[in-house]
């Protein structure tokens, strides 16, 4: 007998599911051992069908949450669900088939209720270090993937709930921050297991047929609903082409050029006339590339919209082979994460933005920024401090951007201080929003944010961001956010310039400084309301000298606005 689908219920069983999700990614995080997973929770979690399709995810990490359907499909060729049995745990971090980097490890569990299937729970974390050439496992000068780190083919690193130590042994030998990792995997582990038995759960409150029922349901639900938005774009063709600066290696210009074809309630996103492949580590695996592109079709499209698998079957994406959003084995891939996957991201929302230019922000501050230090502390103990840093939010048609937030592909909290200073021999110098690095416009960009850490003992810096030539762009005539900034002050020395990408060592007593940049602005900035430049003076985010040259308007001494001057100054709009 056909089931027939109640709209209550799916939506009662699809928020269900959610919360499992949700519910694993809280065991993740309060488990977990390292400060980037259990503080800054760089982690996601999702539930699939058997087959490997995407059923519901918790709200953690876009590009994890794109690209894990890619690993979960890439396993299930080598376990068929068929060969898989309850308590199994199968670990993978192999860009060439799981599509993010090393760092990231991802777990998948088969789940069974009454010996029959109902579905696998999956949970991806950022490790702090796989082994490779640099504390982090985050050179920015590897030239091809074996100086990145371990890698790990899917592997059954559970059995029938029994976990086979050996292997466990093995991987933890290769990397430097032995206790962490441990710590981490029995995170995950656990992670998994409260997913299955949670899912457990629901299909014996609902039945094991119903349930599946409503996960095929589900997908289908975001299908239709997706097409449903897109129809309301115009139909056309739009390109947009962006670029990275420099693969750590050089500082050439390396193009990411999007054709973007809106037609019949479906969206192909082709980019055809992107850069080859380089040789440093800014490559990005198909499973980032797409990863990126459902992100952007979602946030333009319907930004409610539930993440499934629908999304995916309305989506076509081109990725020639051998260029930077798919290369071939073995590209170095570590930083595509950190910076190529914002600027995919950004490329297809510059080409949305010509179909749909009220539901695109300006540009973001365009990079993860990613700022990692390892080395021994005084116990002679390996440590390894990695956070990704936020910006400036591009400013929307009605909204500025949020100031100090991360943007596009990533979604992770800050380290506290009190964390970074407890767990690492560092010493966090300072911490906050820049003045004046927001783009101007009717709608302000957001503002990026500093912070400068001094080194206590020898280790090995490495940064990776971008957007230090060229400010994140504007739209409708909003002004670029400013550039992000990097410097390193050796003892007894004054600050030296860094390019946005290098890995160095320093001595006890280096100071780095890193500055990330603004977001774009929305629209003329002479239009802005002096109200609203003067609550931007008052709270510290725009200069009195900025509010006059960005904005046209006139503050007194008491930062009163002076309505005469700033009417003569601003004079019509630009």
Same mark, same amino acid.
Request: proline letters at 7%; one cysteine or more.
């Given at each position: 007998?056909?089931?027939?689908?109640?709209?209550?219920?799916?939506?009662?069983?699809?928020?269900?599911?959610?919360?499992?999700?949700?519910?694993?990614?809280?065991?993740?995080?309060?488990?977990?051992?390292?400060?980037?997973?259990?503080?800054?929770?760089?982690?996601?979690?999702?539930?699939?069908?058997?087959?490997?399709?995407?059923?519901?995810?918790?709200?953690?990490?876009?590009?994890?949450?794109?690209?894990?359907?890619?690993?979960?499909?890439?396993?299930?060729?080598?376990?068929?669900?068929?060969?898989?049995?309850?308590?199994?745990?199968?670990?993978?971090?192999?860009?060439?088939?799981?599509?993010?980097?090393?760092?990231?490890? /991802?777990?998948?569990?088969?789940?069974?209720?009454?010996?029959?299937?109902?579905?696998?729970? *999956?949970?991806?974390?950022?490790?702090?270090?796989?082994?490779?050439?640099?504390?982090?496992?985050?050179?920015?000068?590897?030239?091809?993937?074996?100086?990145?780190?371990?890698?790990?083919?899917?592997?059954?690193?559970?059995?029938?709930?029994?976990?086979?130590?050996?292997?466990?042994?093995?991987?933890?030998?290769?990397?430097?921050?032995?206790?962490?990792?441990?710590?981490?995997?029995?995170?995950?582990?656990?992670?998994?297991?409260?997913?299955? *038995?949670?899912?457990?759960?629901?299909?014996?409150?609902?039945?094991?047929?119903?349930?599946?029922?409503?996960?095929?349901?589900?997908?289908?639900?975001?299908?239709?609903?997706?097409? *449903?938005? $897109?129809?309301?774009?115009? @139909?056309?063709?739009?390109?947009?082409?962006?670029?990275?600066?420099?693969?750590?290696?050089?500082?050439?210009?390396?193009?990411?050029?999007?054709?973007?074809?809106?037609?019949?309630?479906?969206?192909?996103?082709?980019?055809?006339?992107?850069?080859?492949?380089?040789?440093?580590?800014?490559?990005?695996?198909?499973?980032?590339? $797409?990863? /990126?592109?459902?992100?952007?079709?979602?946030?333009?499209?319907?930004?409610?919209?539930?993440?499934?698998?629908?999304?995916?079957?309305?989506?076509?994406?081109?990725?020639?082979?051998? @260029?930077?959003?798919?290369?071939?084995?073995?590209?170095?891939?570590?930083?595509?994460?950190?910076?190529?996957?914002?600027?995919?991201?950004?490329?297809?929302?510059?080409?949305?933005?010509?179909?749909?230019?009220?539901?695109?922000?300006?540009?973001?501050?365009?990079?993860?920024?990613?700022?990692?230090?390892?080395?021994?502390?005084?116990?002679?103990?390996?440590?390894?401090?990695?956070?990704?840093?936020?910006?400036?939010?591009?400013?929307? /048609?009605?909204?500025?951007?949020?100031?100090?937030?991360?943007?596009?592909?990533?979604?992770?909290?800050?380290? %506290?201080?009190?964390?970074?200073?407890?767990?690492? %021999?560092?010493?966090?110098?300072?911490?906050?929003?820049?003045?004046?690095?927001?783009?101007?416009?009717?709608?302000?960009?957001?503002?990026?944010?500093?912070?400068?850490?001094?080194?206590?003992?020898?280790?090995?810096?490495?940064?990776?961001?971008?957007?230090?030539?060229?400010?994140?762009?504007?739209?409708?005539?909003?002004?670029?956010?400013?550039?992000?900034?990097?410097?390193?002050?050796?003892?007894?020395?004054?600050?030296?310039?860094?390019?946005?990408?290098?890995?160095?060592?320093?001595?006890?007593?280096?100071?780095?400084?890193?500055?990330?940049?603004?977001?774009?602005?929305?629209?003329?900035?002479?239009?802005?309301?002096?109200?609203?430049?003067?609550?931007?003076?008052?709270?510290?985010?725009?200069?009195?000298?900025?509010?006059?040259?960005?904005?046209?308007?006139?503050?007194?001494?008491?930062?009163?606005?002076?309505?005469?001057?700033?009417?003569?100054?601003?004079?019509?709009?630009?």
């Amino acid at each position: 007998m056909v089931l027939k689908t109640d709209p209550v219920t799916l939506e009662v069983l699809r928020n269900a599911l959610q919360s499992v999700a949700e519910e694993m990614g809280v065991t993740l995080t309060r488990t977990a051992l390292s400060p980037n997973i259990k503080d800054r929770r760089d982690c996601s979690t999702a539930l699939y069908t058997p087959a490997g399709e995407l059923v519901a995810q918790a709200e953690h990490i876009p590009l994890h949450l794109g690209l894990m359907p890619t690993v979960v499909k890439a396993v299930l060729n080598v376990f068929p669900f068929g060969e898989l049995a309850p308590g199994d745990a199968i670990i993978i971090n192999d860009p060439y088939i799981s599509g993010s980097h090393l760092p990231d490890v /991802c777990l998948i569990s088969p789940v069974f209720y009454g010996g029959e299937p109902l579905g696998l729970v *999956a949970n991806l974390a950022h490790h702090v270090d796989v082994g490779g050439v640099v504390p982090g496992s985050m050179s920015t000068t590897a030239t091809e993937i074996f100086q990145e780190g371990l890698r790990i083919p899917p592997v059954k690193l559970s059995r029938g709930g029994v976990i086979n130590q050996d292997l466990l042994r093995v991987l933890a030998h290769n990397v430097r921050t032995t206790g962490e990792f441990y710590g981490d995997i029995q995170a995950q582990l656990s992670a998994n297991q409260v997913g299955a *038995a949670r899912l457990q759960e629901l299909a014996e409150r609902v039945g094991v047929r119903t349930l599946v029922h409503y996960m095929h349901e589900i997908i289908a639900y975001a299908e239709r609903r997706l097409r *449903a938005a $897109l129809k309301e774009l115009t @139909t056309g063709r739009y390109h947009f082409t962006d670029y990275l600066e420099g693969d750590g290696l050089s500082d050439d210009q390396i193009s990411i050029a999007v054709t973007l074809e809106l037609a019949g309630g479906g969206v192909r996103v082709d980019f055809t006339g992107t850069s080859p492949q380089v040789p440093g580590p800014v490559n990005a695996t198909r499973g980032v590339t $797409l990863a /990126c592109v459902y992100f952007a079709v979602k946030a333009v499209a319907d930004p409610g919209l539930p993440g499934s698998e629908g999304i995916a079957r309305v989506v076509e994406v081109v990725t020639p082979p051998g @260029t930077l959003v798919n290369p071939l084995f073995p590209a170095p891939v570590a930083h595509a994460n950190i910076n190529t996957a914002q600027r995919i991201a950004d490329a297809v929302l510059g080409a949305f933005a010509q179909a749909a230019p009220h539901r695109v922000t300006a540009a973001g501050t365009g990079s993860m920024s990613n700022f990692t230090i390892g080395g021994r502390d005084v116990r002679h103990r390996y440590y390894s401090y990695v956070e990704t840093y936020g910006g400036g939010q591009g400013a929307k /048609c009605d909204q500025d951007g949020m100031d100090g937030v991360h943007v596009n592909m990533t979604n992770t909290l800050n380290t %506290p201080v009190e964390v970074i200073e407890m767990n690492y %021999p560092l010493r966090v110098e300072r911490y906050g929003l820049i003045p004046n690095s927001g783009g101007p416009g009717r709608f302000r960009g957001g503002c990026g944010i500093v912070r400068e850490i001094a080194v206590l003992d020898e280790a090995v810096v490495t940064v990776s961001t971008e957007r230090n030539r060229r400010g994140p762009w504007g739209l409708a005539g909003g002004g670029r956010g400013r550039t992000a900034r990097c410097t390193v002050r050796l003892p007894g020395r004054q600050p030296e310039p860094k390019p946005g990408k290098f890995t160095s060592r320093v001595p006890p007593g280096t100071v780095i400084t890193l500055e990330t940049a603004g977001g774009g602005g929305f629209g003329d900035p002479f239009t802005r309301p002096p109200a609203a430049v003067r609550a931007d003076v008052l709270h510290g985010l725009v200069s009195k000298e900025a509010a006059l040259a960005d904005y046209g308007v006139v503050l007194d001494e008491n930062l009163e606005v002076d309505e005469e001057k700033t009417r003569a100054t601003r004079g019509p709009s630009r």
